[in-house]
């Protein structure tokens, strides 16, 4: 009987064993793009739009795919789990961004970007300057970080060519 007691507590909860149905471990990851409604990958060297807001200010669409972090709630910004995210466009040493911070849950990605398992599209990263001309051909340092309620930090950053929007006034 003692034999049995001891196989049973051995496979209960807290034993030792591999759980076979636990998630496979995916190391932190994280890779940025644009758009306003949709993923739109960037690259190096590429140039980004300077859009001018409803309200007369600038901004750029920043948008991020992350791997391996905890990634909260998208359905409720209180979530204690929720991460916070930094967007930054640096232009001469100077951060021309700095309250584009953003502590919410990031929504899943599509299945075809493993290992890319969620993301954050369209968000606005809104720039200090009076008018889109100021960084009209400029070369900027545009960069995001993620980092989760454990501390799990992913960040990243490009040379992108800032360009007025077409549709600015």
């Known amino acids: 009987m003692s034999l049995l007691l001891t196989l049973l507590l051995g496979c209960g909860p807290g034993s030792s064993e591999p759980d076979d149905t636990a998630k496979p471990h995916v190391p932190p990851d994280i890779v940025m ?19 001018q807001g409803p309200q007369g200010g600038f901004h750029l669409l920043g948008s991020v795919r992350v791997a391996g972090i905890t990634a909260g709630s998208a359905d409720d910004l209180s979530a204690v789990d929720n991460p916070t995210t930094t967007f930054w466009v640096i232009h001469e040493g ?13 929504d899943p990605s599509p299945a ?29 340092v545009f960069g995001v970080s993620v980092e989760d309620v454990d501390g799990v930090r992913v960040e990243t950053e490009m040379n992108l060519t ?7 006034l």
């Open 33 to 51: 793009g644009t758009g306003e409604w949709d993923w739109e990958p960037i690259e190096d060297g590429q140039e980004i739009d300077v859009i």
């Open 94 to 106: 100077v951060d021309l961004s700095p309250s584009s911070v953003f502590v919410q849950g990031l």
């Open 112 to 140: 075809d970007v493993s290992p890319f398992s969620h993301q954050m599209v369209g968000r606005f990263v809104i720039m200090n300057i009076e008018a889109d001309d100021e960084l009209d051909g400029v070369d900027i």
């Open 162 to 168: 800032a360009v007025p929007h077409p549709l600015n």
